[in-house]
T-cell receptor, first 114, second 115 residues
Protein backbone atom coordinates (compact mmCIF):
# COMPACT_ATOMS: atom_id res chain seq x y z
CA UNK A 1 0.00 0.00 0.00
CA UNK A 2 1.21 3.51 -0.77
CA UNK A 3 0.30 4.81 2.67
CA UNK A 4 -1.66 7.96 3.40
CA UNK A 5 -1.26 10.40 0.54
CA UNK A 6 -1.58 14.12 1.01
CA UNK A 7 -1.51 16.89 -1.53
CA UNK A 8 -0.07 19.34 -2.05
CA UNK A 9 3.14 18.87 -0.07
CA UNK A 10 3.70 22.61 0.07
CA UNK A 11 1.29 25.47 -0.38
CA UNK A 12 1.99 29.18 -0.29
CA UNK A 13 -0.99 31.47 -0.52
CA UNK A 14 -1.96 35.02 0.16
CA UNK A 15 -4.06 36.04 3.11
CA UNK A 16 -7.74 35.92 2.26
CA UNK A 17 -7.45 33.18 -0.33
CA UNK A 18 -9.17 29.81 -0.09
CA UNK A 19 -6.93 26.81 0.56
CA UNK A 20 -7.91 23.17 0.08
CA UNK A 21 -5.80 20.32 1.41
CA UNK A 22 -6.41 16.79 0.21
CA UNK A 23 -5.97 13.37 1.71
CA UNK A 24 -6.28 9.80 0.49
CA UNK A 25 -6.31 7.37 3.41
CA UNK A 26 -5.00 3.83 3.37
CA UNK A 27 -7.48 1.54 1.65
CA UNK A 28 -9.66 -0.32 4.16
CA UNK A 29 -9.06 2.10 7.00
CA UNK A 30 -12.28 3.32 8.63
CA UNK A 31 -10.97 6.25 10.64
CA UNK A 32 -9.46 9.46 9.31
CA UNK A 33 -7.91 12.33 11.25
CA UNK A 34 -6.68 15.82 10.45
CA UNK A 35 -3.94 17.20 12.71
CA UNK A 36 -2.15 20.53 12.70
CA UNK A 37 1.44 21.01 13.88
CA UNK A 38 2.84 24.37 14.93
CA UNK A 39 5.78 25.38 17.05
CA UNK A 40 3.54 27.08 19.58
CA UNK A 41 0.83 24.45 20.00
CA UNK A 42 2.48 21.22 18.89
CA UNK A 43 0.30 18.52 17.33
CA UNK A 44 -3.42 19.23 17.65
CA UNK A 45 -6.33 17.13 16.46
CA UNK A 46 -8.65 19.17 14.27
CA UNK A 47 -11.30 16.63 13.26
CA UNK A 48 -11.94 12.90 13.30
CA UNK A 49 -14.07 10.89 10.87
CA UNK A 50 -15.27 7.34 11.31
CA UNK A 51 -16.83 5.59 8.32
CA UNK A 52 -16.91 8.95 6.52
CA UNK A 53 -18.95 10.60 9.29
CA UNK A 54 -17.45 13.44 11.37
CA UNK A 55 -17.30 12.23 14.96
CA UNK A 56 -15.46 15.01 16.72
CA UNK A 57 -14.70 18.43 15.24
CA UNK A 58 -14.11 20.22 18.52
CA UNK A 59 -10.54 20.94 17.48
CA UNK A 60 -11.49 22.93 14.40
CA UNK A 61 -10.30 26.44 15.25
CA UNK A 62 -13.17 28.45 13.82
CA UNK A 63 -15.75 28.67 11.08
CA UNK A 64 -13.10 29.42 8.51
CA UNK A 65 -12.12 25.75 8.69
CA UNK A 66 -14.25 22.98 7.22
CA UNK A 67 -13.57 19.32 6.45
CA UNK A 68 -15.40 16.79 4.33
CA UNK A 69 -15.13 13.12 3.61
CA UNK A 70 -17.40 12.37 0.63
CA UNK A 71 -16.24 8.76 0.39
CA UNK A 72 -13.93 6.27 2.06
CA UNK A 73 -10.97 7.18 -0.10
CA UNK A 74 -10.91 10.96 0.00
CA UNK A 75 -11.05 13.84 2.43
CA UNK A 76 -10.50 17.58 2.21
CA UNK A 77 -9.69 20.29 4.70
CA UNK A 78 -10.60 23.77 3.52
CA UNK A 79 -9.65 27.12 4.96
CA UNK A 80 -11.58 30.12 3.72
CA UNK A 81 -10.43 32.83 4.07
CA UNK A 82 -6.89 31.93 5.08
CA UNK A 83 -4.90 34.00 7.57
CA UNK A 84 -1.16 34.11 8.40
CA UNK A 85 -1.81 32.37 11.72
CA UNK A 86 -3.03 29.33 9.81
CA UNK A 87 0.53 28.70 8.66
CA UNK A 88 1.43 25.22 9.89
CA UNK A 89 2.00 21.65 8.79
CA UNK A 90 -1.28 19.82 8.35
CA UNK A 91 -1.23 16.05 8.70
CA UNK A 92 -3.82 13.55 7.64
CA UNK A 93 -3.81 10.13 9.31
CA UNK A 94 -5.86 6.99 9.01
CA UNK A 95 -6.33 3.90 11.11
CA UNK A 96 -8.09 0.56 10.66
CA UNK A 97 -10.87 1.62 13.01
CA UNK A 98 -10.66 -0.98 15.73
CA UNK A 99 -10.43 0.67 19.12
CA UNK A 100 -7.18 2.52 19.53
CA UNK A 101 -5.18 0.95 16.79
CA UNK A 102 -2.26 3.02 15.66
CA UNK A 103 -2.73 5.84 13.20
CA UNK A 104 -0.63 6.06 10.06
CA UNK A 105 0.29 9.55 8.99
CA UNK A 106 0.75 11.15 5.62
CA UNK A 107 3.80 13.26 4.89
CA UNK A 108 1.94 16.45 5.67
CA UNK A 109 1.17 19.67 3.83
CA UNK A 110 3.26 22.66 4.80
CA UNK A 111 0.99 25.69 4.47
CA UNK A 112 2.36 29.21 4.43
CA UNK A 113 -0.07 32.12 4.36
CA UNK A 114 1.58 35.44 3.56
CA UNK B 1 -9.29 15.14 30.31
CA UNK B 2 -6.26 13.36 28.98
CA UNK B 3 -2.83 14.92 28.95
CA UNK B 4 0.65 13.86 27.93
CA UNK B 5 3.77 15.56 29.24
CA UNK B 6 7.24 15.22 27.81
CA UNK B 7 9.33 17.33 30.15
CA UNK B 8 12.52 17.07 28.09
CA UNK B 9 12.22 19.45 25.18
CA UNK B 10 15.69 18.75 23.85
CA UNK B 11 18.38 16.15 24.54
CA UNK B 12 21.86 16.02 23.07
CA UNK B 13 24.03 12.91 23.30
CA UNK B 14 27.14 11.57 21.65
CA UNK B 15 26.86 8.55 19.43
CA UNK B 16 26.84 5.21 21.26
CA UNK B 17 25.45 6.70 24.44
CA UNK B 18 22.20 5.37 25.85
CA UNK B 19 19.36 7.86 26.17
CA UNK B 20 15.94 7.74 27.85
CA UNK B 21 13.02 9.89 26.77
CA UNK B 22 10.44 10.48 29.48
CA UNK B 23 6.67 10.47 29.06
CA UNK B 24 4.09 11.05 31.77
CA UNK B 25 0.37 10.85 31.08
CA UNK B 26 -2.93 11.67 32.75
CA UNK B 27 -6.21 9.97 32.09
CA UNK B 28 -9.42 9.13 33.92
CA UNK B 29 -10.16 6.15 31.72
CA UNK B 30 -9.22 2.71 33.00
CA UNK B 31 -8.64 1.47 29.46
CA UNK B 32 -6.24 3.49 27.39
CA UNK B 33 -3.44 3.14 24.88
CA UNK B 34 0.00 4.67 24.70
CA UNK B 35 2.08 5.30 21.63
CA UNK B 36 5.46 6.58 20.55
CA UNK B 37 6.04 8.24 17.19
CA UNK B 38 9.25 9.43 15.59
CA UNK B 39 9.46 12.56 13.41
CA UNK B 40 12.77 12.65 11.54
CA UNK B 41 14.04 15.84 9.88
CA UNK B 42 12.13 14.91 6.72
CA UNK B 43 8.93 15.64 8.67
CA UNK B 44 6.80 12.53 8.48
CA UNK B 45 5.45 10.86 11.63
CA UNK B 46 6.52 7.26 11.99
CA UNK B 47 4.73 4.88 14.35
CA UNK B 48 7.07 3.05 16.75
CA UNK B 49 5.00 1.26 19.38
CA UNK B 50 1.54 0.87 20.92
CA UNK B 51 0.80 -0.45 24.42
CA UNK B 52 -2.53 -0.96 26.15
CA UNK B 53 -3.18 -0.17 29.78
CA UNK B 54 -3.54 -3.81 30.75
CA UNK B 55 -0.12 -4.81 29.51
CA UNK B 56 2.70 -3.47 31.64
CA UNK B 57 5.25 -5.84 30.22
CA UNK B 58 8.29 -3.96 29.00
CA UNK B 59 9.16 -4.34 25.35
CA UNK B 60 12.43 -4.45 23.50
CA UNK B 61 12.89 -4.07 19.77
CA UNK B 62 16.51 -4.00 18.71
CA UNK B 63 18.11 -0.93 20.27
CA UNK B 64 14.72 0.40 21.39
CA UNK B 65 13.02 -0.46 24.66
CA UNK B 66 9.96 0.84 26.44
CA UNK B 67 9.20 0.90 30.18
CA UNK B 68 5.51 1.20 31.04
CA UNK B 69 4.69 1.83 34.72
CA UNK B 70 1.07 2.46 35.64
CA UNK B 71 2.01 3.29 39.22
CA UNK B 72 3.83 6.40 38.06
CA UNK B 73 1.75 6.97 34.87
CA UNK B 74 4.89 6.81 32.80
CA UNK B 75 5.83 5.28 29.47
CA UNK B 76 9.53 5.92 28.94
CA UNK B 77 11.52 5.14 25.82
CA UNK B 78 15.18 4.15 25.85
CA UNK B 79 17.53 4.03 22.89
CA UNK B 80 20.62 1.94 23.53
CA UNK B 81 23.87 2.74 21.74
CA UNK B 82 22.38 5.76 19.99
CA UNK B 83 23.24 6.51 16.37
CA UNK B 84 23.19 9.71 14.35
CA UNK B 85 20.17 8.37 12.44
CA UNK B 86 18.22 8.39 15.70
CA UNK B 87 18.23 12.20 15.60
CA UNK B 88 14.59 13.22 15.44
CA UNK B 89 11.69 14.56 17.44
CA UNK B 90 9.97 11.82 19.42
CA UNK B 91 6.34 12.11 20.45
CA UNK B 92 4.49 10.20 23.12
CA UNK B 93 0.72 9.97 22.66
CA UNK B 94 -2.37 8.68 24.46
CA UNK B 95 -5.79 7.55 23.34
CA UNK B 96 -8.66 6.58 25.59
CA UNK B 97 -11.08 3.76 24.96
CA UNK B 98 -14.00 6.14 25.07
CA UNK B 99 -12.41 8.59 22.65
CA UNK B 100 -12.18 6.32 19.65
CA UNK B 101 -8.78 6.49 18.06
CA UNK B 102 -8.10 10.15 18.75
CA UNK B 103 -4.54 10.76 19.85
CA UNK B 104 -3.43 13.35 22.37
CA UNK B 105 0.24 14.11 21.82
CA UNK B 106 2.92 15.31 24.17
CA UNK B 107 5.01 18.28 23.18
CA UNK B 108 7.79 16.12 21.82
CA UNK B 109 11.46 15.67 22.69
CA UNK B 110 14.08 16.67 20.16
CA UNK B 111 16.96 14.20 20.27
CA UNK B 112 20.27 15.17 18.72
CA UNK B 113 22.87 12.46 18.40
CA UNK B 114 26.30 13.83 17.59
CA UNK B 115 29.03 11.76 15.93
Amino acid sequence: DAGVIQSPRHEVTEMGQEVTLRCKPISGHNSLFWYRQTMMRGLELLIYFNNNVPIDDSGMPEDRFSAKMPNASFSTLKIQPSEPRDSAVYFCASSPGAISTEAFFGQGTRLTVV
Amino acid sequence: AQKVTQAQTEISVVEKEDVTLDCVYETRDTTYYLFWYKQPPSGELVFLIRRNSFDEQNEISGRYSWNFQKSTSSFNFTITASQVVDSAVYFCALSERNAGNMLTFGGGTRLMVKP
